[in-house]
Nanobody
Framework: QVQLVESGGGLVQPGGSLRLSCAAS????????IGWFSQAPGKEREGVSC????????FYADSVKGRFTISRDNAKNTVYLQMDSLKLEDTAIYYC?????????????WGQGTQVTVSS
């Protein structure tokens, strides 16, 4: 059974940190580019970051550059999103997704999402 499972979300104060994990089962995560997306209440889902399957190139939305870091551990079939200096506007459900490449390729698999709430 193909599955992506996110974990690591929670409640954090502004300026705090969280590390999200995206674990794959039923397929080899290293064969895919993995993207992180966020969806805030009342807003459309948008891309946050992506890591390629080929050379490990990473991409970030302007809003998170310098604060978020994406990485992958193919041996553990897991991708991580380290989120530092969190802001109130980072509050959203975060989804990971497996894609053929970073950018405009369609998503092959979605995770179920994990809630991140930044609040004082």
């Amino acid at each position: 059974q193909v599955q992506l499972v996110e974990s690591g979300g929670g409640l954090v104060q502004p300026g705090g940190s969280l590390r999200l994990s995206c674990a794959a089962s039923g397929f080899t995560l290293g064969d895919y580019a993995i993207g992180w997306f966020s969806q805030a209440p009342g807003k459309e889902r948008e891309g946050v970051s992506c890591i390629s399957s080929t050379d490990g190139s990473t991409f970030y939305a302007d809003s998170v550059k310098g604060r978020f870091t994406i990485s992958r551990d193919n041996a553990k079939n897991t991708v991580y999103l380290q989120m530092d200096s969190l802001k109130l506007e980072d509050t959203a459900i975060y989804y990971c997704a497996a894609k053929d490449w970073c950018g405009t390729s369609p998503v092959d698999y979605w995770g179920q999402g994990t809630q991140v709430t930044v609040s004082s």
